[in-house]
Structure formats: structure tokens, C-alpha cells
């Protein structure tokens, strides 16, 4: 069974990296019918897509934060991580790992990780 | 692009309970549901419309007519309060979106 274990630091200053890792087991994550994304949500706030990466490599991300986001996955560590640059205390929320199956369930945000909280602040 | 949904439906036990998300590109793209319970991550409900994965009871329903998906959830119980997410990809189907959400209140 698909588990995710997002990880991360916890507290960020203004205007650093957040790096966030996404540790995967259950599955590879170059498992061609599966894609990986991040999804975060501000307290008390709903959810808001970040990104997803596929397959192919291909990543698409949400137009708000594109400027500032990447997302990638690291196939020794069959682990997907996210870098968000210029982080200010908006970016304060539960970072969310998810997992899809495009060839099955089209866009749906699948299995989820139970969310690391990211706090920005000096 | 935006997803509507109300803030808030309140409904009694053994009652069903409709949620409904607008949205311009719905009439090309599935609609997808969520439920999130306080202090865990959000749970698929409903994909491609009216899907329903395995473990999810039949009462929680999905359709999508024109611009407007609805989720339904017949002889609702009072475990089922918590917030409802609808999701769908823009009329591209590159970027994602979310709704606002929905907070579920069972009297």
C-alpha cells in the first residue's frame, strides 16, 4: 500500500528556500502510472495546488507561485521534494504530498501524506 | 478560474445533503470531491464525477451537469460533518483547482 511521509523544517525565515521531501514506500516513484504533487493549506484556510510532476517529466505548476516553485523527484531516494524561493509568512500552511493515477482515476488526488507544517517567520 | 462552492450546508441526521461547485470549465472537465476531518488530510471521495473508490460508502454520490458539480450524501450521519473540497483542472487541464470548501454541519 502507497504511504507518503512528507518531512521539512518546520520554520522558515522571510524571503529564504523552503525545501520540502516527500518520502514515498509502496510503490516507485517512477511508476509510469502515477503522478506527484503538492498541495498546501493555510490554517484554517482551504487547500490550494502547488504542482504536480508526471511520468515524463513534464511539471506544471499553479500560476500564482510558478515564479518561485519547482518540484522534482529524487528516484534514488524514490522521494519527491518541492523548493519554494522568496518565501514570505503567506506561504505559512500544511504542505500536503500527494500521489494520482492518471490511468485510472484521470486528475484525483489519490493517497495523501498527513502534512507538514511550515511556519515562516524571523 | 474559480470554483464556487457554499461556505456552508447544514443539514439533520438521516437527511441527504448536496453540495454543489460551480465552475466555467466544468462543462469540459471532471469534477473531484474531497472530505476533510479536523486534524487529517483530505480523503477522495468522488473522481471523474460520480466515481467512487473502494471504502468509500455508496451514499456519497457525484454528478456534473453543465457548469455546476454536486456532490450528494443520502442518510447523512453525524460523522460526516467536516469540510467538503471540490476540485477540477481549468479548461486546459493543465493547472488544478480547488474549491473553497464546504463545512458539513449535521444538527
Known amino acids: 500500500q502507497l504511504h507518503l511521509q512528507e518531512s521539512g523544517p518546520g520554520l522558515v525565515k522571510p524571503s529564504e528556500t523552503l525545501s520540502l521531501a516527500c518520502s514515498v514506500s509502496?510503490?516507485?516513484?517512477?511508476?509510469?502510472?502515477?503522478?506527484w504533487g503538492w498541495i498546501r493549506q493555510p490554517p484554517g484556510k482551504g487547500l490550494e495546488w502547488i504542482g504536480n510532476?508526471?511520468?515524463?517529466?513534464?511539471?506544471y505548476y499553479n500560476p500564482s507561485l510558478k515564479s518561485r516553485v519547482t518540484i522534482f523527484v529524487d528516484t534514488a531516494k524514490n522521494q519527491l521534494s518541492l523548493n519554494l524561493m522568496s518565501v514570505t509568512a503567506a506561504d505559512t500552511a500544511l504542505y500536503y504530498c500527494?500521489?494520482?493515477?492518471?490511468?485510472?482515476?484521470?486528475?484525483?488526488?489519490?493517497?495523501w501524506g498527513q502534512g507538514t507544517m511550515v511556519t515562516v517567520s524571523s | 478560474y474559480e470554483l464556487t462552492q457554499p461556505p456552508s450546508v447544514s443539514v439533520s441526521p438521516g437527511q441527504t445533503a448536496r453540495i454543489t461547485c460551480s465552475g466555467e470549465a466544468l462543462p469540459q472537465q471532471s469534477a473531484y470531491w474531497y472530505q476533510q476531518k479536523p486534524g487529517q488530510a483530505p480523503v477522495l471521495l468522488i473522481y471523474?464525477?460520480?466515481e467512487r473508490p473502494s471504502g468509500i460508502p455508496e451514499r456519497f454520490s457525484g454528478f456534473r451537469s453543465g457548469t455546476t458539480g454536486t456532490l450528494t450524501i443520502s442518510a447523512v450521519q453525524a460523522e460526516d460533518e467536516a469540510d467538503y473540497y471540490c476540485h477540477s483542472p481549468d479548461g486546459s487541464g493543465t493547472y488544478q483547482v480547488f474549491g473553497g470548501g464546504t463545512r458539513l454541519t449535521v444538527l
Open positions: 509502496g510503490a516507485s516513484i517512477r511508476r509510469s502510472s502515477s503522478y
Open positions: 471523474k464525477d460520480s
Open positions: 500527494v500521489e494520482g493515477q492518471i490511468t485510472i482515476k484521470d486528475d484525483a488526488f489519490d493517497v
Open positions: 510532476i508526471y511520468y515524463s517529466g513534464n511539471t
